[in-house]
């Protein structure tokens, strides 16, 4: 059964950092591009960023571009998103999601985490 | 980037009504969409992929059509669990944008 895990979230400052974390089981987590996905208070999903099987290639939507970084261990099979100089309108929740095509960054996303909410706030 | 277009952003309806939900590409994006169904407290869940291919364990009263920029879903007929959030995905290129969603609410 596939399952994905999140972690990470909580209450932070303006300008702070955290660390999202995602941990995957049962699958071969190297063979599948990752994203992460969030929803806003009373808004809509966005897409936020994707990284390839392997771990190259990161793709970011434009405003978390610079701030936010995207990464996996496949030896430990967890997908990060490493958040810094965090603001108020990045309050969210935050969900890591499987691309349903195997070895691609394209296609949608299968298999979804519970989420974790990320509040930036002071 | 490309945008997607949903409408309804609402829509009420009943217990058996068939409900289409359109989405619309400001670039063709051939047939890279998906639909996802979100209910309050829960995870988006993936309804279709690939404009048309329904989802293993998804039932058969929802579809999926369209190509290049016009797409629809479709509920059949709609049953009391389906009342919640639908929202369409572009897959083609990067940013993966979403529509705006489409609430389906109990008249």
């Known amino acids: 059964e596939v399952q994905l895990l999140e972690s990470g979230g909580g209450l932070v400052q303006p300008g702070g950092s955290l660390r999202l974390s995602c941990t995957a089981s049962?699958?071969?987590?190297?063979?599948?591009?990752m994203s992460w996905v969030r929803r806003a208070p009373e808004k809509g999903l966005e897409w936020v960023s994707t990284i390839s099987g392997g771990g190259g290639n990161p793709y970011y939507t434009d405003s978390v571009k610079g701030r936010f970084t995207i990464s996996r261990d496949n030896s430990k099979n967890t997908l990060f998103l490493q958040m810094n100089s965090l603001r108020a309108e990045d309050t969210a929740v935050y969900y890591c999601?499987?691309?349903?095509?195997?070895?691609?960054?394209?296609?949608?996303?299968?298999?979804w985490g519970q989420g974790t909410l990320v509040t930036v706030s002071s | 980037d490309i945008q997607m277009t949903q409408s309804p952003s609402s829509v009420s309806a009943s217990v058996g009504d068939r409900v289409t939900i359109t989405c619309r590409a400001s670039q063709g994006i051939n047939n890279w969409l998906a639909w996802y169904q979100q209910k309050p407290g829960q995870a988006p869940k993936l309804l279709i992929s690939a404009a048309s291919n329904l989802q293993s364990g998804v039932p058969s009263r929802f579809s999926g059509s369209g190509s290049g920029t016009d797409f629809t879903l479709t509920i059949s007929s709609l049953q009391p669990e389906d009342f919640a959030t639908y929202y369409c995905?572009?897959?083609?290129?990067?940013?993966?944008?979403f529509g705006q969603g489409t609430k389906l609410e109990i008249k």
């Open positions: 999601a499987r691309g349903v095509i195997v070895g691609s960054t394209r296609g949608a996303f299968d298999y």
């Open positions: 049962g699958f071969i987590f190297s063979s599948y591009a």
């Open positions: 995905q572009q897959a083609n290129s990067f940013p993966h944008t």
